[in-house]
């Protein structure tokens, strides 16, 4: 996976493993209920949409862009510019390898004996 590293303030990034800092980045840009929404209204239209999430979502133009934007760095979406329309649809290879990424985290093995 192809990302584009977002300085993290004042953690220490670099402690850090590569696939935790691209894990703690994609958990980061999915954190937004709007974003959650953008990918939902993309999947579900099952094919790339252009300039119509204002209306579906009910955010202002420049907030829908700094969503878009986020989705965007991680490479989760892709967009095209076409004429005065920027068109944006779900990167497949790119859906699928976050897919796995998160299912290989959630499907560790935990297993306590005895807590707090």
């Known amino acids: 996976m192809q990302y584009i590293y977002i300085v993290?303030?004042?953690?220490?990034?670099?402690?850090?493993?590569?696939?935790?800092?691209?894990?703690?980045?994609?958990?980061?840009?999915?954190?937004?209920?709007?974003?959650?929404?953008?990918?939902?209204?993309?999947?579900?239209?099952?094919?790339?949409?252009?300039n119509d999430l204002v209306q579906e979502l009910g955010l202002a133009q420049p907030t829908i862009s700094q969503h878009l934007r986020e989705l965007k760095n991680i490479g989760i979406i892709k967009g095209s510019i076409e004429g005065t329309s920027i068109c944006y649809c779900i990167d497949e290879v790119v859906w699928h390898s976050v897919k796995?990424?998160?299912?290989?985290?959630?499907?560790q093995n935990v297993s306590v004996e005895k807590c707090c």
């Open 100 to 107: 796995n990424e998160l299912t290989a985290f959630f499907s």
């Open 8 to 50: 993290m303030g004042i953690t220490k990034t670099e402690i850090f493993s590569e696939k935790q800092n691209e894990l703690a980045i994609t958990f980061k840009a999915l954190a937004h209920p709007a974003r959650i929404a953008i990918l939902q209204h993309i999947i579900k239209q099952q094919a790339c949409i252009c």
